[in-house]
């Protein structure tokens, strides 16, 4: 048993004192949802973890008395069980991103935000668990309610488990500290804990060579096997906006090199165009796109990078070098810093623009070479960073 | 009259109100239908196949994109030539020279006689452990048919949650490059990013698999 952890959650009846002194108090201003929510989940934390932490339950419920019937109610109608399963996701993406790592120090940084939102699903069990022994109508009542929506979580999201395998090491000394009874109860920290599954996503992943068990087995045959993605309608549609990325448009070209039916598209693609040209000669806005990738503008902006809240483009052109971020929700967007290979603690100079956050990276014959590393903050603390060369 | 922009705005307007835009869209692309025709021959040209009917078809197709997913991807910018406005007529015409080819695209690789059934049609006759090696054979079709909905199913999904993860699978397994070097030129990373993307990519594609046959089966994962 990790001592650490073990003293975390004994802390955790200190920490009930003064929130039964708080509430008792009643000195916070507002319904006394937040410091309910505190109370409920300490209360929880310790009753889950008794034997560990070698205490009787009668206790550590006398102070859930205190609790008035508003205050409970306030509680649980601010529960917000579709964030959970949202974390609970989020947290199987990030443990991927643990164990396959560009580097060991993101692994490590990236593992400690996956148990984090662990963490929060975990509190929420703590919470239930308390409600459940207040042993009272109305909170049996709100306790019927909020067991049922986060059932319906757990089964949305129970099948990322084999994700979590990557924080096994965590995720074991957590469900060693947890009662017997409630073990099982926690699959986010207890199942699949096994040491066999410990490097399962690294075994998934290529990354190490390992034994993988027989479920995993038409899965990984499945993605192994050869096969080729034919370009269509949508591949050509994006080229076609300039909304290709890079690996979009080497794609195309990769395929185009040994299909002539592609390159008869292709070549389809550019007769229309200028039908397309012809048409609208007239208008004044109408954008002179040119869809083939070899006749790319030199203006025209790569995609380094998009995702649902930002988009960094690099434009080049004979005076200087740009990376734009461009923010699609203002709400989720934090800050953005662009870094050159040749001073990598200098973050370069930017200016909001037209499109977004403007980097100035400096004249292209000066960036010969060089590699771009761009950090975009997002409002809940994810950081994204790409890299670009120059 | 108003014009183009103007009609446009309108629908958009009450696209976004949720009120009836059809009629005004009707007359929109109505006004288009020339310039969609002249280029549905150019790519018909190209192909060398096709005919009026098959106008008229594009346009239709072109006419239900452009409803479904065209106002909606429609935004006025030029993506390629940055602070440049696109107008929608442009946009529109483009959706049609795709559906056009897209359409031709499809119906020379129905004629490719490497997937053509029989020149004939006729079936030849069969005895019964043919018959058997037959049914066995479509099973095995079948099973293979549903596991590459599943597999492109994943990767539709990885695109959604991992760009990058997929862009460098893409070139690694799907044009088939396995090589990393050429993957990290191709998306301007180093090479061990490459390795590191294509890695997450096929643990990803694994892992979704897996969770998609769970929810199927309806069955939370045994402990």
């Known amino acids: ?390 | 009259m108003l014009t183009d922009d103007e009609l446009f705005a309108d629908i958009s307007r009450r696209k976004a109100q949720g009120q009836d835009y059809k009629r005004p869209l009707g007359e929109l692309v109505f006004r288009w239908r020339d310039a969609s025709t002249t280029v549905i021959r150019r790519v018909q040209g190209a192909f060398m196949r096709g005919s009026p009917d098959d106008a008229d078809e594009v346009f239709q197709d072109a006419v239900a994109k452009f409803m479904a997913k065209g106002l909606d991807q429609f935004r006025g910018v030029s993506e390629q030539v940055p602070g440049k406005a696109a107008s929608p007529k442009t946009f529109f015409l483009r959706i049609v020279k795709h559906c056009a080819i897209d359409r031709y695209r499809r119906q020379r690789e129905e004629l490719d006689p490497g997937t053509s059934v029989g020149e004939d049609g006729d079936e030849p006759e069969t005895s019964l452990p043919e018959a058997q090696r037959s049914i066995s054979e479509a099973k095995a079709l079948a099973d293979q048919a549903e596991a590459h909905g599943e597999y492109w199913n994943a990767w539709e999904r990885l695109k959604d949650e991992h760009p990058n993860e997929a862009a460098a699978w893409d070139l690694y397994h799907h044009q088939d490059l396995d090589d990393h070097e050429e993957v990290s030129r191709a998306l301007g990373i180093t090479v061990v990013n490459s390795y590191k993307r294509v890695s997450r990519a096929q643990a990803w594609l694994k892992l979704y698999i897996l969770e998609a046959r769970k929810r199927e089966e309806g069955l939370p994962e045994e402990s």
């Open chain 1, 1 to 390: 048993m990790n001592p650490s952890s073990r003293e975390k959650y004994a802390a955790r009846l200190t920490e009930l004192e003064a929130l039964h002194h708080e509430l008792s108090a009643g000195k916070r201003p507002g319904d006394g949802a937040v410091v309910v929510g505190l109370l409920l989940e300490a209360v929880g934390d310790v009753l889950r973890r008794k034997s560990a932490l070698g205490i009787s339950p009668a206790a550590v419920i006398a102070p859930l008395s205190a609790i008035s019937e508003p205050s409970l109610k306030a509680w649980a109608d601010g529960v917000e069980v579709k964030d959970l399963a949202a974390r609970l996701k989020r947290a199987a993406s990030h443990a991927v991103e643990a164990a396959i790592p560009d580097s060991p120090e993101d692994g490590a940084t990236i593992a400690q935000w996956a148990v984090q939102d662990l963490q929060a699903r975990d509190r929420l069990e703590s919470a239930l668990v308390a409600l459940e022994a207040m042993a009272r109508p109305d909170a049996t009542r709100l306790l019927t309610r909020l067991r049922d929506a986060v059932t319906a979580v757990d089964q949305s999201c129970r099948g990322t488990v084999v994700s979590l395998t990557a924080l096994n090491g965590a995720r074991r000394v957590e469900a060693s500290l947890l009662d017997g009874e409630f073990r099982g109860a926690a699959w986010w920290y207890s199942e699949r804990t096994g040491i066999d599954d410990d490097q399962l996503v690294q075994v998934l992943g290529g990354e190490v060579k390992g034994s993988m068990p027989a479920e995993f087995k038409t899965a990984n045959a499945e993605v192994t096997r050869k096969r080729g993605r034919p370009v269509r309608f949508d591949d050509l549609f994006r080229l076609d906006l300039g909304l290709a990325t890079a690996a979009e448009r080497e794609a195309i070209r990769l395929q185009a090199d040994g299909d002539p039916e592609l390159k008869l598209a292709l070549a389809a693609m550019d007769a229309a165009e200028s039908a397309i040209t012809e048409e609208t000669k007239d208008e004044v806005l109408a954008p002179a796109t040119v869809p083939a990738f070899a006749v790319e503008r030199a203006s025209a902006p790569e995609i380094v990078e998009e995702r649902s809240e930002f988009k960094v483009l690099l434009f080049r052109s004979k005076k200087n070098v740009q990376v734009v971020v461009q923010p699609h929700r203002l709400d989720r967007f934090a800050a953005a810093a662009v870094f050159r290979s040749d001073e990598p603690d200098r973050a370069c100079p930017s200016s909001p623009g037209d499109m977004g956050l403007h980097f100035d990276l400096g004249a292209p014959e000066r960036l010969a070479g060089l590699v771009a590393r761009v950090v975009v903050k997002l409002t809940d603390g994810r950081t994204h960073a790409s890299e670009v060369r120059l």
